[in-house]
């Protein structure tokens, strides 16, 4: 493939559909995210910010005020998180 246009397109038709896939499997582990399923609050960090990772790869940006996993404990440029 010479065209960097081409190789761009067949990679998105590749791997765009990782969206479909992950978002759903994201937003599902968010709901049943429960703070005392875990030890430590460590443990419980490291899987709120993976899906948080995952999450704002696959939406849009959006606004503290309008995003709908906000939950309220500030930690830095991740979101607020409510418990």
Known sequence: MRDPKEFWKSLKDRFNHQKDITLPLARDEWQSLRFQDFDKVM????VVLGIVTKLRRHTPHSTKATSPYNKNIGCGDIPYFQI
């Open 43 to 46: 443990n419980y960090n490291f």
